[in-house]
């Protein structure tokens, strides 16, 4: 999902950029492209399960939902 499209919350932030999931390496995966390529990859949440799903609801939250453990988080960005 585009955070940019989908999370005004997050866009402020990360405007553009795109969480992916991961099943194999059980972590969360921000990418930023400029002018159509990868610019920058960082891993987040190593560690906190199979990510099979990501998505923003209408207020700008994102929600992650893993298997192994199945769980449902719900992220929101913290202000400096």
Partial sequence: NSLGEQANAFSRWWGGDFLIGSL???HLE???TAKG???????MLEGIGR?????A???????????????IYRLTPVAN
């Fill in 24 to 26: 194999a390496f059980s």
């Fill in 57 to 71: 609801d209408g207020s700008g939250a994102m929600y992650l939902a893993t298997g192994n453990p199945n769980a």
């Fill in 51 to 55: 990510v099979r799903d990501v998505e």
């Fill in 37 to 43: 390529r990868v610019i920058r990859r960082e891993k």
């Fill in 30 to 32: 921000r990418i930023s």
